[in-house]
Nanobody
């Protein structure tokens, strides 16, 4: 059974930085797309960033390009999201999510099917 455990959320001022971590376990397949989906109050889920375990290809949503960086530790099945230059509109619950299989990261990132419990990020002065 796939399990995803997030950490690293919190309160930060505009312009600040946070790093989220997600430890994954129980993968049945060697290939998967893993990343982050966020959901702000009153809004639908949004694919933030994903990475392919197969070839390391990445996807970033338009609203975070140039500010967020995704990385992974293959040995520990851990994925990180470094968030810089945070804005109030980045406030949301951030969920680590995964879909097993060899897919195009640009297609799948907004449709990941196994989610963690989420970690809240609040950007406010």
């Amino acid at each position: 059974q796939v399990q995803l455990v997030e950490s690293g959320g919190g309160l930060v001022q505009p312009g600040g930085s946070l790093r989220l971590s997600c430890a994954g376990s129980g993968f049945r397949l060697g290939d998967y797309i893993i990343g982050w989906i966020r959901q702000a109050p009153g809004k639908g889920p949004e694919g933030v960033s994903c990475v392919s375990s197969f070839d390391g290809s990445t996807y970033y949503g338009d609203s975070v390009k140039g500010r967020f960086t995704i990385s992974r530790d293959i040995a520990t099945n851990t994925v990180y999201l470094q968030m810089d230059s945070l804005k109030p509109e980045d406030t949301a619950v951030y969920y680590c999510a995964v879909t097993e299989g060899d897919f195009d990261v640009h297609v799948v990132c907004n449709h990941l099917d196994i989610w963690g419990r989420g970690t809240p990020v609040t950007v406010s002065s």
